[in-house]
């Protein structure tokens, strides 16, 4: 079982940046691959990133490709999602999820946080 608690979130002006948390508690954190979704309103939840559980593996969705990072620390059991170049259309609430091996597709994941709120103001 694995507790996941995302941080971070907030108002953010279009241009800046910004980095999210995700905090997890239980168990062998170091065996799970990491994903990052987004849903804004009205839409389907999407793909952002995703870590591999060593670290030696990410990937992006195009929409974000070279303006946001992935990256973890095992030591402490939080991946992070670092965000620059905001656009108005990154605003969405942002959910960390958790399973065994990567995947780019929101239901194979096991475990989700509860979400933080990002917001780009233009």
């Known amino acids: 079982q694995v507790q996941l608690v995302e941080s971070g979130g907030g108002l953010v002006q279009a241009g800046g940046s910004l980095r999210i948390s995700c905090a997890a508690s239980?168990?062998?954190?170091?065996?799970?691959?990491m994903g990052w979704f987004r849903q804004a309103p009205g839409k389907e939840r999407e793909f952002v990133a995703v870590i591999s559980a060593s670290g030696g593996y990410t990937s992006y969705a195009d929409s974000v490709k070279g303006r946001f990072t992935i990256s973890r620390y095992n030591a402490k059991s939080t991946v992070y999602l670092q965000m620059s170049s905001l656009k108005p259309e990154d605003t969405a609430i942002y959910y960390c999820?958790?399973?065994?091996?990567?995947?780019?597709?929101?239901?194979?994941?096991?475990?989700w946080g509860q979400g933080t709120q990002v917001t780009v103001s233009s």
């Open positions: 999820a958790a399973r065994h091996g990567t995947s780019y597709v929101a239901h194979d994941y096991t475990y």
């Open positions: 239980g168990r062998a954190f170091s065996t799970y691959a």
